[in-house]
Nanobody
Framework: QVQLVESGGGSVQAGGSLRLSCAAS??????MAWYRQAPGKQRELVAT???????NYADSVKGRFTISRENAKITVYLQMNSVKPEDTSVYYC?????????WGQGTQVTVSS
């Protein structure tokens, strides 16, 4: 059974930094991604990274967030810099291989002004 375990969330002041991690067990994934969902809003894509290292970002986080991966550890990271109050959300990792995708349990990120 594949499990994704997230860590690194918490509270930070605006302008600060956080690093999220998501570690998986038991499989190899071609696509890794981070999503977020704020209260009362739909879940939105934050960033993706392929097995070859190609990345894609939502416009709202470009230049501030960096997604990376460590294949040997089956882990994906999200480095969040210059955070803003509007980045406050529950952040979820997602990993996919072919047609199967798995989600992490979510980690809360709260940015205070």
């Amino acid at each position: 059974q594949v499990q994704l375990v997230e860590s690194g969330g918490g509270s930070v002041q605006a302008g600060g930094s956080l690093r999220l991690s998501c570690a998986a067990s038991g499989s190899i994934f071609s696509i890794m991604a981070w999503y977020r969902q704020a209260p009362g809003k739909q879940r939105e894509l934050v960033a993706t990274i392929t097995s070859g290292g190609s990345t894609n970002y939502a416009d709202s986080v470009k230049g501030r967030f960096t997604i990376s991966r460590e294949n040997a550890k089956i882990t994906v990271y999200l480095q969040m810099n210059s955070v803003k109050p509007e980045d406050t959300s529950v952040y979820y990792c997602k990993m996919c291989q072919l047609s199967r995708c798995y989600w992490g349990q979510g980690t809360q990120v709260t940015v205070s002004s």
